[in-house]
Every structure is written in structure tokens, then in C-alpha cells.
């Protein structure tokens, strides 16, 4: 679980009156995403997409994050779902939406594989 934290500067004459809200950057809010285990909308690489995020990690140095996309859960059976690949770096606009995915025994067991995790679905 990650834990965000804030920072207030103060200085004569630095009023906080007129300032824009500084906005989640994208893993949190895949964070959030995955502690409420709602779908999330984003750009990736200039194209749209909806997906279920399941876990953060490092590999080789690069932040990815494994998600399942809208369509790709399957409709019954035990078969777990198509897992898919991004780089953290490439997402941008992420906004939670209110559609909620569970996790199966499956995928439950998928997950527990992986290691170097920043972040992951809880069970």
C-alpha cells in the first residue's frame, strides 16, 4: 500500500489563494485503482484504453504495470484472463471509473509469482 504524503510551503507573501490543485500522477492512481479493484480509462501511447490494473513493478529498470483490458476477462469458466503489459512512463489521463473486477482463484495465483512489485490487487 502505498502512502501519499503532502507538503506545504509557506513564505511571506506566498498566498495559497489562486493555485491549482496539483493532480495524482498516474501510479497512484493506479494504486487507488487497484486497492478499490476498479477499472481505470487512460491514454497509453496516444491511444484510449480501459483496463483493470494488477500490479506495479520493476523490470530492468522500467516501471511496468500488468493490467487486463476491457473484453479480455473471461465470461466463465476458471481460465484466467489475458494479462497484458505497459510502461508506466507511456500512461497518462488515468481516471477511475465504477466498474468493479474481482480477482479469481486463477489469477490469484498468477499474481503471487511476481516479484519487484511496487503495488498489487489484493485477493
Known amino acids: 500500500m502505498h502512502v501519499i504524503g503532502i507538503s ?3 513564505s511571506l507573501g506566498n498566498s495559497m489563494h489562486g493555485r ?3 493532480r495524482p500522477n498516474s501510479d497512484a492512481l493506479l494504486s487507488s485503482a ?3 479493484k476498479v477499472n481505470v480509462t487512460a491514454v497509453y501511447d496516444g491511444e484510449e484504453l480501459t483496463f483493470a490494473p494488477l500490479v506495479t513493478y520493476e523490470d530492468e529498470g522500467v516501471l511496468c504495470v ?3 483490458l476491457d473484453g479480455d476477462f473471461p465470461a466463465h469458466g ?3 484472463p489475458a494479462i497484458t503489459t ?3 512512463a507511456l500512461i497518462s489521463s488515468v ?6 473486477f474481482t480477482v479469481s482463484p486463477a489469477l490469484a495465483r498468477i499474481l503471487a509469482r511476481y516479484t519487484n512489485v511496487r503495488a498489487i490487487v489484493t485477493v
Open 20 to 22: 491549482r490543485k496539483r
Open 95 to 100: 481516471t477511475l471509473t465504477q466498474t468493479v
Open 34 to 36: 487497484m486497492a478499490a
Open 78 to 80: 476458471s481460465r484466467p
Open 86 to 88: 505497459l510502461e508506466l
Open 8 to 10: 506545504i510551503g509557506l
Open 66 to 68: 500488468d493490467v487486463v
